[in-house]
């Protein structure tokens, strides 16, 4: 964000740069112009602000996803203007420069250090609310669940909120059977990798593998399978979602997914989430891959897709149980567990929200969530809604408006009502004459994830 830096600007960066948590006199809000502002936390992160002329009391905190290790206060320019205008402040963080972009180690940290800095550059704000996006969802989880006192009520958008430990899992149990099943495909490495385009160039091979095997009826049914593994999105950009039975134009769309960056963008963070745990976290060994075909929505469509080839899914099954072998390296899980996880305790109220076509962040993650955050004594403090649209993080401007004014109001009521359903939503973004939207009653399937618990280590 480009904005002319009010005077007081050197000023106000040299206190802060000297450390967020010493204690200060606030600065009313009418003493800070409308403006941009930045300074650097104790572990070298950085922070911006961005005022607006006249502050409605309400400052945002946001965490931004996986990538470069650079400061964010909203989801995109068109966001932040609009956000801006109605008078919300904005802040966020860089995350610690000198560690991994799978920065998990240090956002929550550094995040609540730039709401203390924010909160001296502006005064005491009436509300915070924490919003997070994809992996800053997932920070933001771990906001919403440590921030009682410090926020008031948080919003993810495309959050990673089943964790760390689930990503790595359902990624690997996909990664091993194109590599167990493709033909060309064995061989390919799924972890380990030496560097991010060390994983992009594994990624490559799995897609070659992938296009042959799409040119015959028994690769298209693996195709599925793996798939179903993946919690892989069956409707992809540019085309009409399939219908429920039509399980050969669903695997045209999965396969349309695999082939379009998915992958190459899945084992390039591979080695970001390697690099911050120590090692790989992920396992299959002990995993009985038929149990966990049967819990997937597209179970039906694998079967059917086997039959129609002629091939023995109990046979490919029980080959991939039987040769699942992979552990979590010593120290990777314990790792993942402290840094990449979330308890789903919730300390102030959470609306997240999700695309239902989700290449990246599968939307079944949110069924995962809410189970753990019920199963935490929390889940009416949850609200979650839909945006019928594929793509990972494919919002309009006026629905993450539209979210965090639901979640604004829902901090100074203290009570949800009917104001984060489908129909409220989609009202309220409709009105603010943006951009449009596409809010929608939906439910998630099941995540397909094996059990917490992994065999002991060999």
């Known amino acids: ?150 926020i008031n009520a948080a919003l993810n958008l495309c959050g990673l909120v089943a964790g760390g430990v689930d990503l790595n899992n359902y990624q690997l149990n996909a990664e091993y059977a194109i590599t167990t099943l493709l033909p060309g495909a064995s061989g390919i490495p799924i972890r380990d990798y030496a560097s991010p385009d060390a994983g992009s160039a594994a ?53 349309t997914w695999l082939t379009s960056g998915q992958l190459q963008f899945i084992e390039f963070g591979r080695y970001y989430i390697e690099l911050a745990a120590g090692g790989d976290s992920s396992w299959n060994a002990g995993v009985d891959y038929a149990a966990l075909l049967r819990g997937s929505a597209h179970y039906q469509q694998v079967r059917a897709l086997y039959r129609q080839a002629g091939l023995d899914l109990d046979a490919d099954l029980a080959a991939l149980t039987r040769g699942a072998h992979y552990t979590a390296e010593p120290g990777s899980l314990a790792a993942m567990r402290a840094t990449s996880t979330n308890s789903g305790h919730l300390g102030v109220p959470l609306l997240d929200v999700h695309t239902t076509s989700d290449q990246l962040v599968p939307v079944e993650q949110e069924s995962a969530f809410a189970e753990k955050v019920r199963a935490a004594g929390d889940g009416a403090l949850l609200r979650q809604a839909f945006v019928a649209r594929q793509g990972h993080c494919n919002f309009t401007t006026a629905e993450i408006v539209a979210a965090l004014d639901t979640v604004n109001q829902r901090a100074a009521d203290g009570h949800w009502g009917a104001s984060a359903s489908a129909a409220n939503l989609q009202a309220a973004a409709t009105a603010l004459n943006l951009d449009g939207a596409a809010f929608v009653r939906y439910r998630p399937a099941r995540l397909v994830v094996q059990n917490p618990e992994p065999r002991p280590s060999r």
């Open 1 to 150: 964000m480009q904005r002319r830096m009010p005077a007081l600007f050197i000023t106000l960066c040299l206190t802060l740069a000297a450390g967020a948590g010493a204690a200060s006199a606030a600065v009313t809000p009418a003493a800070v112009p409308a403006g941009h502002y930045t300074g650097t936390l104790a572990d070298g992160a950085t922070w911006i602000a961005d005022t607006p002329a006249h502050w409605n009391g309400t400052l945002i905190l946001f965490s931004h996803g996986f990538g470069p290790l650079s400061a964010a206060d909203a989801p995109s320019q068109a966001s932040a203007d609009a956000l801006l205008n109605q008078g919300y402040a904005l802040a966020g963080s860089s995350y610690d420069p000198n560690g991994s972009w799978w920065a998990l180690a240090s956002a929550e940290r550094d995040q609540f250090a730039t709401l203390t800095a924010a909160s001296r550059l502006l005064g005491a704000p009436k509300r915070v609310l924490a919003v997070g996006e994809s992996m800053g969802g997932l920070i933001n989880s771990q906001i919403a669940q440590d921030g009682a006192g410090r």
């Open 203 to 255: 990624a490559t091979q799995m897609v070659a593998a992938i296009t042959q095997a799409q040119s015959n009826a028994s690769g298209r049914a693996r195709i599925a399978l793996a798939s179903a593994l993946l919690n892989e999105s069956d409707w992809a950009p540019g085309v009409s979602a399939p219908a429920p039975r039509d399980y050969a134009g669903q695997e045209a769309q999965e396969y």
